[in-house]
């Protein structure tokens, strides 16, 4: 069974003018339709089960009316489901893919239009094998969040990803094992010449001009396939565990259980997952710290907040070493990101010591 998650709940910042009066692109019409109907329209024949996330009951309940209009009624909606730390498109994933019934889902935003069945067929079929597809351009981009995804595998680590307050879309294909980087100049091509279905529309002028997001030159030129070692199920079940104590504020709890499952990671080279979880250690005695009355207790949390987002900035820079081998650039990017980012926090917590 095959299902498409069209994400629909985002507030469309980009696409507001000067007037003040909020406009919902989903509903933004272009050639006499709105622009959901249009992508609802283009995966009806491909999948089974169709999900819109949407961030309220109403917008949903808005939804389904105005594709009634179009006499389409077989679709479901969900509201996203609440994190401490998490919302918007990660968000969505989560639920979407919780909410779904199909093997094998494919992630869509509700302003690509032009979409090609032919192209979301391809994907879905080639993620039989895999985890994760996802289109990547000469330049190195990929699609973030348009990829079709192994439903059971792809739920659980979106959500674990959530109440670890990971808000990058982009790590569930980060945090996956067997990814297909499906190249759009020399694969989907073929199926969609003109690259319309990377028509994105962004901006209210996007809406004339029609953008495609594929660059005519690049490095990429092949799909890549990555086989990356990642957590068995059994690991994932436990860092679930660890990860709603720590969606919930049980940090003591969440730390006594961390350093079982990263000396896992440590020997498996498990470098995403590594990181991840070095961080959110870093970030527990960081909070820890600001808790904390007792200047001696203080000053040792953050010493080892300090160490563990050392140790975390290390895993990341591992990890975007596998991006920058396959010229995946926006994946490197992303990791160097982090990594940067847990160097600066571990300065701070350095400062604060």
Same mark, same amino acid.
């Given at each position: 069974?095959?299902?498409? @998650?069209?994400?629909?709940?985002?507030?469309?910042?980009?696409?507001?003018?000067?007037?003040?009066?909020? %406009?919902?692109?989903?509903?933004?019409?272009? &050639?006499?339709?709105?622009?959901?109907?249009?992508?609802?329209?283009?995966?009806?024949?491909? #999948?089974?089960?169709?999900? %819109?996330? #949407?961030?309220?009951?109403?917008?949903?309940?808005?939804?389904?009316?105005?594709?009634?209009?179009? !006499?389409?009624?077989?679709?479901?909606?969900?509201?996203?489901?609440? &994190?401490?730390?998490?919302?918007? =498109?990660?968000?969505?994933?989560?639920?979407?893919?919780?909410?779904?019934?199909?093997?094998?889902?494919? %992630?869509?935003?509700?302003?690509?239009?032009?979409?090609?069945?032919? @192209? @979301?067929?391809?994907?879905?079929?080639?993620?039989?094998?895999?985890? #994760?597809?996802? =289109?990547?351009?000469?330049?190195?981009?990929?699609?973030?969040?348009? &990829?079709?995804?192994?439903?059971?595998?792809?739920?659980?680590?979106?959500?674990? $990803?959530?109440?670890?307050?990971?808000?990058?879309? @982009?790590?569930?294909?980060?945090?996956?094992?067997?990814?297909?980087?499906?190249?759009?100049?020399?694969?989907?091509?073929?199926?969609?010449?003109? *690259?319309?279905?990377?028509?994105?529309?962004? *901006?209210?002028?996007?809406?004339?001009?029609?953008?495609?997001? #594929?660059?005519?030159?690049?490095?990429?030129?092949?799909? %890549?396939?990555?086989?990356?070692?990642?957590?068995?199920?059994?690991?994932?079940?436990?860092?679930?565990?660890?990860?709603?104590?720590?969606?919930?504020?049980?940090?003591?709890?969440?730390?006594?259980? $961390? =350093?079982?499952?990263?000396?896992?990671?440590?020997?498996?080279?498990?470098?995403? +997952?590594?990181?991840?979880?070095?961080?959110?250690?870093?970030?527990?005695?960081?909070?820890?710290?600001?808790?904390?009355?007792?200047?001696?207790?203080?000053?040792?949390?953050?010493?080892?907040?300090?160490?563990? *987002?050392?140790?975390?900035?290390?895993?990341?820079? !591992?990890?975007?070493?596998?991006?920058?081998?396959?010229?995946?650039?926006?994946?490197?990017?992303?990791?160097?990101?982090?990594?940067? +980012?847990?160097?600066?926090?571990?300065?701070? !917590?350095?400062?604060?010591?």
């Amino acid at each position: 069974m095959r299902g498409a @998650v069209i994400l629909a709940g985002g507030q469309s910042k980009r696409f507001q003018d000067s007037s003040g009066q909020w %406009i919902d692109k989903a509903l933004a019409v272009l &050639f006499g339709k709105p622009l959901l109907v249009h992508v609802v329209e283009s995966v009806r024949p491909v #999948v089974d089960e169709i999900i %819109i996330c #949407v961030n309220e009951d109403s917008r949903g309940s808005r939804y389904l009316k105005i594709l009634e209009k179009y !006499s389409i009624t077989d679709i479901k909606t969900c509201v996203d489901m609440r &994190f401490s730390h998490v919302q918007g =498109p990660s968000a969505a994933i989560a639920t979407g893919l919780k909410k779904s019934g199909a093997n094998y889902c494919i %992630i869509l935003p509700c302003d690509t239009p032009f979409i090609k069945p032919s @192209v @979301v067929d391809y994907l879905l079929k080639l993620v039989e094998d895999l985890d #994760v597809c996802v =289109p990547i351009h000469p330049n190195g981009n990929i699609e973030a969040l348009m &990829f079709s995804c192994n439903r059971e595998k792809a739920s659980r680590i979106a959500e674990l $990803l959530c109440l670890l307050g990971r808000n990058k879309p @982009v790590d569930l294909i980060r945090a996956s094992s067997k990814i297909k980087f499906v190249s759009t100049i020399s694969e989907l091509k073929r199926l969609d010449p003109d *690259f319309q279905s990377f028509i994105n529309i962004n *901006f209210r002028s996007d809406i004339t001009n029609l953008p495609t997001r #594929v660059p005519k030159e690049g490095p990429v030129i092949k799909s %890549i396939d990555l086989n990356i070692t990642q957590p068995s199920i059994q690991e994932l079940k436990f860092l679930e565990k660890i990860a709603k104590k720590y969606n919930d504020g049980e940090y003591w709890g969440a730390t006594t259980s $961390l =350093p079982t499952m990263l000396s896992t990671f440590e020997r498996k080279n498990i470098y995403f +997952w590594a990181g991840v979880f070095w961080e959110t250690e870093g970030n527990i005695f960081r909070k820890l710290a600001s808790f904390e009355k007792k200047l001696e207790a203080k000053k040792e949390y953050c010493v080892r907040s300090k160490m563990a *987002f050392e140790r975390a900035a290390q895993k990341y820079a !591992s990890e975007a070493n596998i991006y920058r081998k396959e010229q995946i650039k926006f994946l490197l990017e992303c990791a160097n990101e982090d990594k940067d +980012w847990c160097l600066n926090k571990g300065m701070k !917590s350095q400062q604060n010591a």
